[in-house]
C-alpha cells in the first residue's frame, strides 16, 4: 500500500467537558469520518464528525452540546510526526440513526472554540489605530489568540489611524464591521481567516495574496482524462497532483454583476461638515487597471470582470452608470483623526465601491475541484495561498493532446476549502477563484 492511501492518521480525538472534571475519553477508534471547512472569509474553522458509536458511550455522556474536542492529526509513517491539532466545541447533534441493535451511528457539528464564546462577550470600547491593528488588538485581547499579518501588503500595514467606536459587538462581529470598510490602497478587499495548520487567526488583503507564487508552482495540480484512467499506474509524485473531480462553480451571472454596480456605477458622497461633494463615475476597466499598475495582476493578463467588447449605443459597458450610489458623511468628528466613514481626499470615498467589484468578481469567477490531500500537509497550503491548476485540452485534429487549455487553466487564490479524512485516506475539496488570466504559466 503506498503513501498516498496511507497518508494520515487521527492519533487523538479526545473528548472532555467542563463537568466531567479529569475524565478524558478518546474516540478516535470509533471516527467513520472528519470534515474540517475553511474559509477566507470566516476567523474560525467549523466541521463534522460521524461516530459510531458500538460502546453506548455517548448514550452514557448525556451529550449537551458544551463537550470540547481536541483533534490531533499525525503522518502515517512510522515518525508520527505530528501534522494538524485542533480544538473544538461539539455544538449540536445532526443526526443520530441506529445502525443495528449494537451500534448508532452519530454525526455531530464543530466549531473552533473561539467562535463558540465569542457570543457570550460583546463588548463597547474606543479604538484609534489603524484599521489591521484595531482588528489585531481586539482579538488578541477579546479572543486571547495571535493574528498572523504576513498577508498583509506594506501598505495596508501602514494605513492612516483613525478613531472608532464599537458600539456593544461580539468581537468577530466588530472585525466584519471593520473589514467592510477596510480595504487597500486600490481597493482591494482585506480578510480575516483561520487555517488548519495553526492556532493564529490571519489577516490579509487580495493584493499580497494574488502577488504569492503559487504553493504546488514546480508541480500543478492537473485534470486529465488519460491520466486520471491509469492513475495506479503512474509514479506517486504524479498521483498526487491529480485533479480528481471538478466543476465550474459561478455565483454571479453577468446581469447580477452589472445590477449590482459592478461594470459601471456612479458614486456620490455629501459631507454634511462642509457641504462639499464628491462625485464620480467608477468603471470595472479603471479598477483592474489599477491593480496591473501596483503589480498586483500581470499587465498581459486577461481581466475577468466583464466583456469588454459588449458594445450598447456604440459605448463599452463600463461607461454606463448602471446603479448610483450615495453615501452622507461627517468630517472632523474626531479633530484630528479621521472616523470610520472619514477619507483623505475625495478620490478615496469611491474604495468602498472598488473593493465591492473586486470582491464580487471573485463570487463570479468560482471553480470547484477535489485533489488528495498530500501536498497540502507537506507545504500546509491553506485559504489564501495561490495554487496553479493545469487542464489538459485534446486537438482534435492532430489526434494528440495538445498542451493546456487556457481558459481553465492557470494560477487562482484558495477561497474555501472542505477537508475529508476517512480511514487513512485525505480529499481536499477546494473554492477556488481569479479575477485575471495570465498563460506566461501554462507550461507543463
Not at 335 to 351: C, I, P, R, V, W
Request: with cysteine.
Amino acid at each position: 500500500m503506498s503513501s498516498l492511501d496511507q497518508q494520515f492518521k487521527i492519533s487523538e480525538a479526545v473528548i472532555t467537558a467542563d463537568r466531567f472534571d479529569d475524565l478524558k475519553l478518546d474516540v478516535s477508534q470509533l471516527i467513520y469520518e472528519l470534515t474540517i471547512f475553511e474559509s477566507i472569509e470566516k476567523p474560525y474553522l467549523t466541521g463534522n464528525l460521524v461516530i459510531v458509536d458500538n460502546l453506548g458511550l455517548f448514550e452514557s455522556l448525556q451529550f449537551k452540546g458544551t463537550e470540547y474536542l481536541n483533534i490531533v492529526l499525525s503522518s502515517a509513517a512510522e515518525d508520527e510526526d505530528k501534522l494538524v491539532e485542533k480544538k473544538f466545541i461539539i455544538s449540536n447533534m445532526i443526526k443520530s440513526v441506529k445502525s443495528n441493535d449494537a451500534a448508532e451511528t452519530l454525526m455531530f457539528q464543530l466549531v473552533e472554540v473561539h467562535n463558540y464564546f465569542n457570543a457570550l462577550i460583546p463588548f463597547s470600547r474606543s479604538y484609534t489605530d489603524n484599521f489591521p491593528n484595531i482588528i489585531t488588538k481586539i482579538i488578541n485581547t477579546k479572543l486571547k489568540l495571535d493574528v498572523d499579518v504576513s498577508y498583509l501588503s506594506d501598505n495596508t500595514k501602514n494605513l492612516a489611524q483613525r478613531k472608532l467606536i464599537v458600539p456593544y459587538m461580539t468581537p468577530i462581529e466588530a472585525c466584519a464591521w471593520i473589514l467592510e470598510k477596510a480595504c487597500s490602497s486600490t481597493g482591494s478587499p482585506l480578510f480575516l481567516y483561520s487555517s488548519i495548520h495553526d492556532k493564529k487567526i490571519r489577516l490579509g488583503d487580495l493584493e499580497k495574496m494574488l502577488q504569492q507564487k503559487p504553493f504546488n508552482e514546480k508541480l500543478p495540480f492537473i485534470h486529465s482524462q488519460a491520466a486520471t484512467q491509469t492513475a495506479s499506474e503512474l509514479d506517486e509524485s504524479f498521483r498526487a497532483s491529480q485533479i480528481l473531480a471538478y466543476s465550474l462553480t459561478s455565483n454571479q451571472n453577468s446581469l447580477d454583476f452589472i445590477d449590482d454596480g459592478c461594470v459601471g456605477s456612479f458614486y456620490t458622497n455629501t459631507d454634511i461638515g462642509t457641504g462639499l461633494s464628491y462625485r464620480s463615475h467608477i468603471s470595472s476597466k479603471h479598477v483592474i487597471e489599477s491593480l496591473k499598475d501596483n503589480g498586483t495582476i500581470s499587465k498581459e493578463s486577461e481581466q475577468l470582470l466583464y466583456d469588454e467588447q459588449q458594445q450598447f449605443n456604440n459605448s463599452a459597458s463600463d461607461a454606463f452608470n448602471a446603479v448610483y450610489f450615495h453615501q452622507v458623511s461627517s468630517s472632523g468628528t474626531y479633530g484630528e483623526f479621521k472616523s470610520y466613514h472619514d477619507e483623505d481626499d475625495a478620490s478615496t470615498f469611491a474604495l468602498n465601491v472598488k473593493n465591492k467589484t473586486i470582491k464580487s468578481a471573485l463570487y463570479k469567477n468560482m471553480m470547484s475541484i477535489s485533489v488528495s490531500g498530500t501536498m497540502f500537509m507537506l507545504v500546509k497550503a491553506t485559504v489564501g495561498d495561490m495554487i496553479r491548476i493545469h487542464f489538459t485540452t485534446s486537438n482534435a485534429e492532430n489526434n494528440v493532446e495538445s498542451p493546456l487549455d487556457p481558459e481553465k487553466s492557470g494560477d487562482y487564490l484558495i477561497f474555501a476549502t472542505r477537508h475529508t479524512f476517512r480511514d487513512t485516506q485525505h480529499i481536499v475539496s477546494l473554492d477556488v477563484s481569479r479575477i485575471s488570466k495570465d498563460n506566461k504559466s501554462l507550461v507543463l
